[in-house]
């Protein structure tokens, strides 16, 4: 199961709402997205994108609403609430001091 | 927000699942066309969809759990299933529910007798503000003490309760108060002189009349009343309403009835008492001792209410300052106080033997519930693995490990629940009735005890919390064993006979196995042990004669008998006793032999100034003939000795192996407090005529002369009926004084206090090391059997190859017995371990005992060979083709 480009739970969450931070996307839409915004380096097992996304859902981070794709079919588009917002924004921040700092780590001789 | 919308969630669970549904087709959908404009065929790219999507059973089951209650209703499934699961194996529920409610009643039953001894808070409104106070002194401590050392005197009461910062009220009362109910039909009872503050501080209120005021202590013996206990009202006085303002005699002073308590309220200790009054009436409830004015004699124990929000931290640094200045009156002494939230068993001598106790008795019903427990886990075990093939379906569908594990667990936990349960309920019915019955049985002159056994929230807790941990130990490895398989072998039905020996299943059944039979043996031996030694202690030779002999006690200096009327009363009831029928000889003691009454006192060997502890005991000359105690050298005190109390002594023959090894004793001198020299005149063979199984001290006897005559008890030998002799004892007592209280009884039945103790321990150990051997029998038979039942098609593989049947019979039967062995050998090594302990705490056992360290491994190996024999033959003479074909 364990391979290159896996991922932990928490990063999971983040990933899904940097994805919606510029509007409403569908799950399909999500997992294109960080599979395309990664230059296909992350496989996100796709099926593990819906328990994340319902858990967000349930937090209060993601509004869910039923709307009709591209392709006319009825999909559930999820988009930021106002508290998913804050949480994207401490995520990142967070995120950023850690990578900083694992990456200072790694380069030191 | 989120636990709304799951309350939401659980009335729209269609609608949800629904959704759910559409948005998982609606992603395969859009990878398959994804897929499909990539340029692969349809059904690869629905395929390739499914692959990249993951398991779909799984995510959707992720999913749901997000939106419900999780665990509520996972586990109200689980229940559900499992409930059905044991309801269709009834067998199996049977044998696990009963031997889980064996091990947890014996558990819970023993924790709430140590519950409602030690533990319980006393039973006044609001317990946990009062808290008890003791003292341990170290260092240079020279003090009198009645009754306990711990206890303290009324000047220390006072300087406590005048100086204290942290309590909103403290009492004293002094617990070993004896007195006699005068009127038509004496009554001896237990009662308290208690502060006046007693029963406002305890927030008592009577039943009829009043509770002590302040009033009532405010000078020695200024004011005569009297409390009665509900109990005494009603048996003794006829529940006489107007009782309040009569007059009782007790101990002879005239005492006024001012209340009655309320029912149910018995006092602060474990005997109840009948009566309390004005600890300032000491002197003429006790006209022999006055302690009121003594600094420096404990006899109070003390109780504080603790003010609102003072801690128990608090308290004990504020009365440590008190100690302190208290200490400085006594140079080279430190008091160190006990403090801690005041419980029946409270004072630390009553707490250490409680919980010393208590701790044994625990780790051996601990050891019955292991047992148990190892049994309840072998039936699992076996039960998985016939449920193999539902498990490794279930886990080849996609149900996660963890998943199946719970589910299994809650299985077992609901096999504790139900065992837990019944056990619990059978162990509050039957204690109530046990502890009756052990009321009712304690020997004469054991002091009555109020003894609430009933469940409280601390046995409940104790129970679940046992309840649940037993669930989790005999579930959990065989939920993680039965949850680890190799799925192929295991959904096909294969995995049974050859390879089976090796799986991990039988290396953990045969563990278990092993552990079972080293923790039954370590708890049998040791309940062996235990009682040999007991009935070793119970039919020793205490080395006196018994036969014949009656016993008269009564105690003259409570009753008002100063020195003069007790020598006229003395002499006037020997004379009386002497004169009646089949009596033949009547002699006097201070403390009639294995009487529960001990007498001590320091003497110094010449040469020596350090003193050295004797038990002693004053008799008349004719003592030791009338008990069959030979003097081997020297004599018995003369007439002329006795008539002057001249300071004589005898000594028994280890006493002077001890003093003198090696040299003659008689002629040898001791002294005593008042600096006499008292001469040795003989030595009499030894015995055990103050502790039964234990060969008496350093002990010595003096003459009983007419100083002594106040504190003397009569021996009377008779050739006549008992009961005869008993009678006109307390004939001859009641008329020269009917107010007397004379106890009469035969000297044999001072050893049945000594035996019963023993005979409950007994008891007790025999009943745990039955139940441990029954469940352990249970064990090895079904595990054995089950274990040899289960190579049949191996055995019959054998067979066909041509193996000779007995080589495959010695084969199967060494290595279903290997685990017994090895759990026997375990276990007498443990033994050892716990015997040197055990027989540190209780005297007379021997750590090394034949029978119990042979006995119960041979029995317990016998029953394995059984278990396994039968089967074995069984399968060695089937017909090789029918074994084959055996599943």
């Given at each position: 199961?364990?391979?290159?480009?896996?991922?932990?739970?928490?990063?999971?969450?983040?990933?899904?709402?940097?994805?919606?931070?510029?509007?409403?996307?569908?799950?399909?839409?999500?997992?294109?997205?960080?599979?395309?915004?990664?230059?296909?380096?992350?496989?996100?097992?796709?099926?593990?994108?819906?328990?994340?996304?319902?858990?967000?859902?349930?937090?209060?981070?993601?509004?869910?609403?039923?709307?009709?794709?591209?392709?006319?079919?009825?999909?559930?588009?999820?988009?930021?609430?106002?508290?998913?917002?804050?949480?994207?924004?401490?995520?990142?921040?967070?995120?950023?001091?850690?990578?900083?700092?694992?990456?200072?780590?790694?380069?030191?001789? | 927000?989120?636990?709304?919308?799951?309350?939401?969630?659980?009335?729209?669970?269609?609608?949800?699942?629904?959704?759910?549904?559409?948005?998982?087709?609606?992603?395969?959908?859009?990878?398959?066309?994804?897929?499909?404009?990539?340029?692969?065929?349809?059904?690869?790219?629905?395929?390739?969809?499914?692959?990249?999507?993951?398991?779909?059973?799984?995510?959707?089951?992720?999913?749901?759990?997000?939106?419900?209650?999780?665990?509520?209703?996972?586990?109200?499934?689980?229940?559900?299933?499992?409930?059905?699961?044991?309801?269709?194996?009834?067998?199996?529920?049977?044998?696990a529910v009963l031997a889980t409610a064996l091990g947890i009643g014996v558990n819970t039953g023993?924790f709430?007798?140590?519950?409602?001894?030690?533990?319980?808070?006393?039973?006044?409104?609001?317990?946990?503000?009062?808290?008890?106070?003791?003292?341990?002194?170290?260092?240079?401590?020279?003090?009198?003490?009645?009754?306990?050392?711990?206890?303290?005197?009324?000047?220390?009461?006072?300087?406590?309760?005048?100086?204290?910062?942290?309590?909103?009220?403290?009492?004293?009362?002094?617990?070993?108060?004896?007195?006699?109910?005068?009127?038509?039909?004496?009554?001896?009872?237990?009662?308290?002189?208690?502060?006046?503050?007693?029963?406002?501080?305890?927030?008592?209120?009577?039943?009829?009349?009043?509770?002590?005021?302040?009033?009532?202590?405010?000078?020695?013996?200024?004011?005569?009343?009297?409390?009665?206990?509900?109990?005494?009202?009603?048996?003794?006085?006829?529940?006489?309403?107007?009782?309040?303002?009569?007059?009782?005699?007790?101990?002879?002073?005239?005492?006024?009835?001012?209340?009655?308590?309320?029912?149910?309220?018995?006092?602060?200790?474990?005997?109840?008492?009948?009566?309390?009054?004005?600890?300032?009436?000491?002197?003429?409830?006790?006209?022999?001792?006055?302690?009121?004015?003594?600094?420096?004699?404990?006899?109070?124990?003390?109780?504080?209410?603790?003010?609102?929000?003072?801690?128990?931290?608090?308290?004990?640094?504020?009365?440590?300052?008190?100690?302190?200045?208290?200490?400085?009156?006594?140079?080279?002494?430190?008091?160190?106080?006990?403090?801690?939230?005041?419980?029946?068993?409270?004072?630390?001598?009553?707490?250490?033997?409680?919980?010393?106790?208590?701790?044994?008795?625990l780790?051996?019903v601990g050891l019955v519930l292991l047992i148990a427990c190892a049994n309840v886990a072998n039936l699992l075990?076996?039960?998985?693995?016939?449920?193999?093939?539902?498990?490794?379906?279930?886990?080849?569908?996609?149900?996660?490990?963890?998943?199946?594990?719970?589910?299994?667990l809650t299985e077992s936990l609901l096999v504790a629940f139900l065992g837990g349960t019944l056990g619990s309920?059978?162990a509050?019915?039957?204690?109530?009735?046990?502890?009756?019955?052990?009321?009712?049985?304690?020997?004469?002159?054991?002091?009555?005890?109020?003894?609430?056994?009933?469940?409280?929230?601390?046995?409940?807790a104790y129970s679940m919390a046992l309840t649940a941990l037993t669930g989790i130990v005999f579930g959990l490895a065989p939920a993680?064993?039965?949850?680890?398989?190799?799925?192929?072998?295991?959904?096909?039905?294969?995995?049974?006979?050859?390879?089976?020996?090796?799986?991990?299943?039988?290396?953990?059944?045969?563990?278990l196995?092993?552990?079972q039979?080293?923790v039954?043996?370590?708890?049998?031996?040791?309940?062996?042990?235990?009682?040999?030694?007991?009935?070793?202690?119970?039919?020793?030779?205490?080395?006196?004669?018994?036969?014949?002999?009656?016993?008269?006690?009564?105690?003259?200096?409570?009753?008002?008998?100063?020195?003069?009327?007790?020598?006229?009363?003395?002499?006037?009831?020997?004379?009386?006793?002497?004169?009646?029928?089949?009596?033949?000889?009547?002699?006097?003691?201070?403390?009639?032999?294995?009487?529960?009454?001990?007498?001590?006192?320091?003497?110094?060997?010449?040469?020596?100034?350090?003193?050295?502890?004797?038990?002693?005991?004053?008799?008349?000359?004719?003592?030791?003939?009338?008990?069959?105690?030979?003097?081997?050298?020297?004599?018995?005190?003369?007439?002329?000795?006795?008539?002057?109390?001249?300071?004589?002594?005898?000594?028994?023959?280890?006493?002077?192996?001890?003093?003198?090894?090696?040299?003659?004793?008689?002629?040898?001198?001791?002294?005593?407090?008042?600096?006499?020299?008292?001469?040795?005149?003989?030595?009499?063979?030894?015995?055990?005529?103050?502790?039964?199984?234990?060969?008496?001290?350093?002990?010595?006897?003096?003459?009983?002369?007419?100083?002594?005559?106040?504190?003397?008890?009569?021996?009377?030998?008779?050739?006549?009926?008992?009961?005869?002799?008993?009678?006109?004892?307390?004939?001859?007592?009641?008329?020269?004084?009917?107010?007397?209280?004379?106890?009469?009884?035969?000297?044999?039945?001072?050893?049945?206090?000594?035996?019963?103790?023993?005979?409950?321990?007994?008891?007790?150990?025999?009943?745990?090391?039955?139940?441990?051997?029954?469940l352990?029998?249970?064990g090895?038979?079904?595990?054995?059997?089950?274990?040899?039942?289960?190579?049949?098609?191996?055995?019959?593989?054998?067979?066909?190859?041509?193996?000779?049947?007995?080589?495959?019979?010695?084969?199967?039967?060494?290595?279903?017995?290997?685990?017994?062995?090895?759990?026997?050998?375990?276990?007498?090594?443990?033994?050892?371990?716990?015997?040197?302990?055990?027989?540190?705490?209780?005297?007379?056992?021997?750590?090394?005992?034949?029978?119990?360290?042979?006995?119960?491994?041979?029995?317990?190996?016998?029953?394995?060979?059984?278990?396994?024999?039968?089967?074995?033959?069984?399968?060695?003479?089937?017909?090789?083709?029918?074994?084959?074909?055996?599943?």
């Amino acid at each position: 199961m364990e391979k290159d480009g896996d991922l932990m739970q928490g990063t999971l969450d983040m990933l899904v709402l940097k994805a919606l931070a510029r509007g409403a996307k569908h799950g399909y839409g999500v997992a294109e997205w960080i599979h395309d915004s990664s230059n296909d380096v992350l496989h996100v097992e796709e099926g593990a994108l819906y328990p994340a996304l319902h858990r967000l859902e349930l937090k209060g981070l993601l509004a869910a609403e039923w709307g009709t794709s591209e392709n006319n079919r009825r999909a559930k588009y999820y988009s930021l609430t106002a508290v998913g917002r804050k949480k994207l924004a401490e995520e990142t921040e967070y995120w950023r001091r850690m990578s900083g700092a694992i990456a200072r780590v790694m380069q030191t001789a | 927000m989120s636990y709304w919308m799951r309350v939401k969630a659980l009335f729209k669970r269609k609608q949800l699942d629904h959704d759910l549904e559409e948005e998982l087709a609606f992603h395969l959908a859009m990878r398959e066309a994804k897929n499909r404009e990539r340029g692969q065929g349809r059904d690869e790219a629905r395929y390739a969809a499914r692959r990249q999507f993951g398991n779909v059973m799984r995510i959707k089951e992720a999913c749901r759990e997000a939106w419900s209650f999780v665990s509520l209703e996972t586990t109200w499934r689980d229940l559900r299933y499992g409930a059905r699961a044991l309801a269709r194996n009834p067998g199996f529920t049977a044998v696990a529910v009963l031997a889980t409610a064996l091990g947890i009643g014996v558990n819970t039953g023993i924790f709430s007798v140590m519950n409602g001894v030690a533990l319980k808070l006393l039973p006044v409104p609001s317990a946990q503000q009062i808290v008890s106070v003791d003292q341990i002194f170290h260092g240079n401590v020279r003090r009198n003490v009645e009754g306990e050392p711990g206890l303290f005197s009324y000047t220390e009461y006072k300087n406590y309760q005048a100086n204290n910062h942290v309590f909103s009220g403290l009492l004293a009362y002094a617990p070993f108060l004896e007195a006699t109910l005068g009127g038509e039909d004496p009554k001896q009872l237990m009662g308290a002189e208690t502060s006046c503050n007693f029963f406002d501080l305890l927030g008592e209120r009577p039943a009829l009349g009043r509770v002590f005021v302040e009033e009532d202590c405010r000078a020695p013996e200024a004011s005569a009343v009297v409390v009665l206990s509900e109990d005494l009202w009603r048996t003794r006085f006829g529940a006489d309403r107007l009782i309040v303002g009569k007059s009782v005699s007790l101990n002879r002073a005239k005492f006024l009835v001012i209340g009655v308590a309320a029912a149910g309220f018995h006092g602060l200790d474990p005997w109840p008492s009948a009566f309390w009054a004005p600890v300032t009436m000491q002197k003429a409830l006790e006209p022999q001792r006055d302690v009121l004015a003594e600094d420096n004699t404990g006899w109070l124990a003390m109780l504080g209410r603790m003010r609102p929000g003072a801690s128990l931290e608090e308290v004990r640094a504020d009365l440590g300052v008190i100690a302190g200045r208290i200490d400085q009156q006594h140079p080279g002494r430190a008091t160190t106080l006990v403090i801690h939230r005041a419980t029946f068993m409270g004072r630390p001598e009553e707490r250490s033997i409680a919980f010393g106790v208590g701790a044994v008795v625990l780790a051996a019903v601990g050891l019955v519930l292991l047992i148990a427990c190892a049994n309840v886990a072998n039936l699992l075990l076996a039960r998985a693995s016939a449920r193999q093939k539902e498990i490794a379906i279930r886990l080849s569908i996609g149900g996660s490990r963890w998943r199946i594990a719970r589910q299994l667990l809650t299985e077992s936990l609901l096999v504790a629940f139900l065992g837990g349960t019944l056990g619990s309920l059978l162990a509050f019915w039957s204690l109530e009735g046990i502890a009756r019955y052990v009321l009712t049985h304690l020997p004469h002159g054991a002091p009555e005890l109020i003894w609430n056994v009933s469940p409280d929230l601390h046995v409940w807790a104790y129970s679940m919390a046992l309840t649940a941990l037993t669930g989790i130990v005999f579930g959990l490895a065989p939920a993680l064993h039965a949850t680890r398989q190799d799925l192929s072998t295991a959904a096909k039905g294969e995995g049974v006979g050859l390879m089976r020996k090796a799986a991990g299943g039988g290396m953990l059944r045969n563990t278990l196995v092993g552990m079972q039979v080293a923790v039954c043996m370590v708890l049998l031996i040791g309940a062996g042990l235990l009682m040999r030694g007991l009935y070793y202690a119970q039919t020793a030779d205490p080395g006196f004669e018994m036969k014949g002999i009656t016993q008269a006690r009564f105690d003259l200096p409570s009753q008002g008998y100063n020195l003069e009327k007790a020598r006229a009363f003395q002499r006037d009831l020997m004379a009386r006793v002497a004169a009646l029928p089949g009596v033949d000889e009547v002699e006097q003691a201070r403390v009639t032999p294995l009487g529960h009454q001990w007498e001590g006192t320091g003497l110094t060997l010449a040469g020596e100034t350090q003193e050295r502890g004797f038990e002693f005991n004053v008799v008349t000359p004719g003592f030791f003939a009338m008990l069959g105690m030979p003097i081997v050298r020297g004599r018995t005190f003369t007439e002329s000795e006795t008539r002057s109390d001249a300071p004589v002594l005898v000594v028994t023959e280890s006493t002077a192996r001890r003093l003198w090894p090696g040299q003659e004793a008689i002629g040898k001198t001791l002294r005593n407090d008042e600096k006499t020299q008292c001469p040795v005149v003989g030595v009499v063979r030894d015995s055990q005529a103050s502790h039964l199984g234990k060969t008496d001290g350093l002990f010595f006897y003096t003459p009983a002369g007419p100083a002594a005559q106040d504190r003397l008890q009569l021996l009377v030998h008779s050739k006549g009926g008992d009961a005869a002799t008993a009678n006109g004892i307390r004939e001859a007592a009641r008329a020269l004084d009917a107010d007397l209280i004379v106890d009469v009884t035969k000297l044999e039945d001072n050893l049945e206090a000594w035996r019963t103790p023993s005979r409950i321990v007994a008891a007790l150990s025999g009943v745990l090391g039955a139940l441990a051997l029954l469940l352990a029998s249970i064990g090895v038979h079904g595990v054995v059997s089950y274990g040899v039942s289960q190579r049949i098609r191996e055995v019959g593989i054998r067979m066909a190859l041509g193996a000779d049947g007995r080589d495959v019979m010695k084969l199967v039967l060494r290595q279903a017995l290997r685990p017994v062995v090895i759990g026997a050998i375990v276990g007498v090594i443990g033994c050892a371990a716990v015997s040197q302990v055990l027989s540190n705490i209780l005297y007379g056992m021997g750590s090394h005992d034949p029978v119990a360290f042979v006995g119960v491994p041979l029995f317990l190996l016998g029953i394995a060979f059984l278990a396994s024999y039968i089967p074995a033959r069984r399968a060695v003479r089937v017909d090789p083709v029918v074994a084959l074909r055996y599943e």
